[in-house]
């Protein structure tokens, strides 16, 4: 291969890579339903010039053909007034004008085929444009549809390695925290309340123990003594108007000394 080859090569890849890249899709498509539609304007002129073509023809050949019937007629009109060479020149003009009517006549039909022909293409051409539309306006949003999913997924990853997503990050950090710290905070706050409340119900139920041990002594010492079982230590000689109590042994006094103890306090 020679060296012009290899750079003829070498430039028309590079165009098309640049070309290939430069290509927009609804540009592209724009542009084509455009130049479809300039074809459609011309296909539409071409068609009216050959209907045209098509009634002037047709004007020719009526035309032709009533001056070859009017040549008839004059041609008979001659023969019946005996003039022979008048009514074979009227024939001859007749004949021209058969002649020529003739050719009109082919040449009629042939634009006749023509024009259906071209009629046909001019249908065929716009269903194509209003297909190639309606394919467009489909391609178009769905290519528009690409580049924001596209726009979206740049900019997610953005956010994902941007120094804003990591101030969130930090922040949620700090907040995570402070939550911790208050939920500590108030953890102590409930373990103080708690004990000063133990100490508390601690207390009472240690004065209510001591009250109640007030209350049986001094209950205790305002009911008579018992009645010693008969035939055990001293016994209290009881009548009706007063009590003769027993000496008091060690403990006794003791108890009693106890007593008068606790009612001072």
Do not use: C
Not at 176 to 202: H, I, N, Y
Request: no cysteine; charged share 30%; aromatic share 2%.
């Amino acid at each position: 291969m020679g060296l012009f080859d290899r750079v003829s090569r070498l430039l028309r890849a590079n165009v098309n890579d640049m070309v290939s890249k430069a290509e927009d899709p609804e540009k592209i498509l724009e542009q084509a339903v455009m130049d479809m539609q300039e074809d459609l304007v011309q296909l539409r002129q071409a068609v009216a010039s050959s209907i045209a073509n098509q009634k002037r023809s047709e004007q020719q050949y009526n035309k032709a053909m009533g001056d070859a019937n009017s040549w008839q007629s004059k041609a008979q009109l001659a023969l019946q007034k005996g003039d022979e060479d008048l009514a074979r020149e009227a024939l001859m003009r007749k004949k021209n004008y058969s002649e020529t009517a003739a050719s009109l006549k082919a040449q009629l039909d042939g634009q006749a085929g023509m024009v259906d022909t071209m009629k046909k293409s001019l249908m065929q051409l716009e269903g194509k444009i209003s297909e190639a539309k309606t394919k467009k306006d489909m391609l178009k949003s769905r290519s528009q549809a690409a580049k924001a999913q596209e726009q979206l997924q740049g900019a997610v990853g953005k956010i994902g390695t941007n120094s804003a997503m990591a101030a969130f990050e930090r922040m949620e950090e700090k907040v995570l925290v402070q939550e911790a710290r208050s939920q500590a905070a108030a953890e102590l706050t409930g373990a103080d309340l708690e004990s000063k409340f133990a100490a508390l119900s601690a207390g009472s139920d240690v004065d209510d123990e001591l009250e109640a041990m007030k209350q049986q002594m001094l209950g205790g010492s305002s009911k008579p003594a018992a009645a010693l079982p008969q035939g055990t230590g001293s016994s209290t000689v009881t009548t009706p108007k007063d009590t003769v109590k027993a000496p008091m042994s060690t403990e006794d006094a003791e108890l009693e000394a106890l007593r008068k103890q606790i009612d001072g306090l």
